[in-house]
């Protein structure tokens, strides 16, 4: 029974993103690479994309992976891979919105705008009033929601966004309230 | 839609992971950072490679410096010792001629010992008190004069018996070159 539990613990840590990128660090093999984006890779765009535009999301992704590349001896194996990887995508997102001077409430705005004319194309899609909901929140509600969809815990996306635990259970609080909120209102204005 | 209104953390989990599914990553992204990868490896594996050369050559460089030197180390660790002739031996015999002189040593001092014994192998004498001291009276009417000293030292290892009187005859001990070494009364009378 104990040796199953060793060679369950032991195939399970090989396979963990932690184990791999671990191996990667030290050998900086192509294949682990590749396991590596192949598990967190749509992770990571969708919640870069959801806090940006494609095109931006596209190029924090590749920025993101290319540090992790070159970064990989700066990986410490106490922490979680995922979370090291969202905290370089999130950083760079901050850093390229503040480079172009985009406020963050006008990023909310602009990718409102953008999804508001997609929406036209078929409101009653459940689907797309959800997106409104989730993009219409404020950055930082949305970032924490993503953050714990994605399967974060609170102190993990206290780590990941630099703000007390706190602030995330109050911030994650808001942004459910808010979606239940808009998704109530479109869902009322479509059934008038 | 109006179930909507009652949305729960888990239908809202439900929406998010359906979005999630609906934008995926873009293929251009994972194929640049594999080639970025595939570019990085290459490097690192000809930067491995020189700095293994370097290493080797670094090594028999260093080896070859250490051989070249260490002839010289060895020359400057040897301490020579001065030894300073006064005299040449000048002596031009042969072997043999040293032998033979050798020889005629020994038997010049085999000879004297010889005619040491044969001078005072009569061991039995009378001892007679005089002016000048004590005396031996042999045979052969020679008189063998003992000086104080000899007496004084052949009562300190107590080689000389202490109640011989004048007139008493004698026995004397030589050793092989003459020396007296012992004077004990002796029970017969001398006859000559």
């Known amino acids: 029974m104990s040796f199953a539990l060793t060679l369950k613990t032991r195939l399970f840590d090989r396979t963990s993103n932690e184990s791999l990128m671990l191996r990667y660090a030290q050998s900086g093999d192509r294949v682990l690479?590749?396991?590596?984006?192949?598990?967190?890779?749509?992770?990571?765009?969708?919640?870069?994309?959801?806090?940006?535009?494609?095109?931006?999301?596209?190029?924090i992704c590749q920025k993101t992976w290319l540090k992790v590349i070159e970064k990989k001896h700066l990986?410490?194996?106490?922490?979680?891979?995922?979370?090291?990887?969202?905290?370089?995508?999130?950083?760079?997102?901050?850093?390229?919105?503040?480079?172009?001077?985009?406020?963050?409430?006008?990023?909310?705005q602009l990718?409102?705008?953008?999804?508001?004319?997609?929406?036209?194309?078929?409101?009653?899609?459940?689907?797309?009033?959800?997106?409104?909901?989730?993009?219409?929140?404020?950055?930082?509600?949305?970032?924490?929601?993503?953050?714990?969809?994605?399967?974060?815990?609170?102190?993990?996306?206290?780590?990941?966004?630099?703000?007390?635990?706190?602030?995330?259970?109050?911030?994650?609080?808001?942004?459910?309230?808010?979606?239940?909120?808009?998704?109530?209102?479109?869902?009322?204005?479509?059934?008038? | 839609m109006t179930k909507l209104i009652?949305?729960?953390?888990?239908?809202?989990?439900?929406?998010?992971?359906?979005?999630k599914l609906q934008h995926s990553a873009p293929a251009s992204i994972k194929r640049h950072v594999l080639a970025k990868q595939q570019d990085n490896q290459s490097t690192a594996y000809i930067f491995r490679r020189i700095s293994y050369v370097a290493v080797a050559a670094s090594t028999l460089l260093l080896m070859s410096l250490l051989l070249i030197q260490q002839p010289d180390q060895v020359s400057k660790g040897?301490?020579?010792?001065?030894v300073q002739l006064h005299t040449l031996d000048t002596n031009t015999e042969s072997c043999s001629d040293c032998i033979k002189n050798r020889y005629a040593n020994h038997y010049n001092d085999y000879l004297a010992q010889k005619k040491t014994y044969a001078a005072h192998h009569k061991t039995k004498a009378v001892l007679n008190l005089a002016i000048e001291g004590w005396q031996l009276k042999g045979c052969d009417d020679e008189v063998l004069q003992l000086s104080n000293e000899l007496i004084a030292a052949l009562s300190n290892i107590q080689q000389i018996d202490p109640q011989i009187n004048?007139?008493?005859?004698?026995?004397?001990?030589?050793?092989?070159?003459?020396?007296?070494?012992?004077?004990?009364?002796?029970?017969?009378?001398?006859?000559c």
């Not at chain 1, 992770?43 to 095109?55: A, E, G, I, N, Q």
């Not at chain 1, 989730?134 to 630099?162: D, K, N, V, W």
């Not at chain 2, 009364?185 to 006859?191: A, C, D, I, K, V």
């Open chain 1, 33 to 59: 690479l590749t396991k590596l984006y192949d598990t967190c890779g749509n992770d990571l765009f969708h919640f870069v994309l959801t806090l940006s535009d494609p095109t931006l999301a596209k190029d």
């Open chain 1, 75 to 108: 990986y410490q194996h106490t922490g979680q891979f995922k979370a090291w990887l969202f905290t370089l995508a999130r950083n760079q997102l901050i850093d390229e919105l503040r480079r172009n001077k985009h406020n963050i409430s006008d990023t909310v």
């Open chain 1, 111 to 192: 990718i409102i705008g953008e999804q508001n004319t997609e929406a036209n194309i078929d409101d009653t899609a459940f689907s797309v009033l959800f997106d409104h909901a989730l993009l219409a929140l404020a950055f930082e509600q949305r970032e924490a929601f993503c953050l714990q969809q994605e399967g974060f815990s609170i102190q993990s996306i206290a780590s990941i966004t630099h703000c007390p635990a706190e602030t995330v259970k109050s911030r994650l609080r808001y942004a459910k309230a808010n979606m239940r909120k808009m998704l109530n209102k479109y869902s009322g204005e479509h059934n008038d």
């Open chain 2, 6 to 19: 009652q949305h729960s953390d888990d239908e809202l989990e439900k929406h998010y992971a359906k979005r």
């Open chain 2, 78 to 82: 040897i301490d020579y010792q001065l």
């Open chain 2, 166 to 191: 004048s007139g008493d005859a004698v026995e004397i001990a030589f050793d092989q070159t003459g020396i007296i070494l012992g004077i004990s009364r002796s029970g017969n009378h001398l006859r």
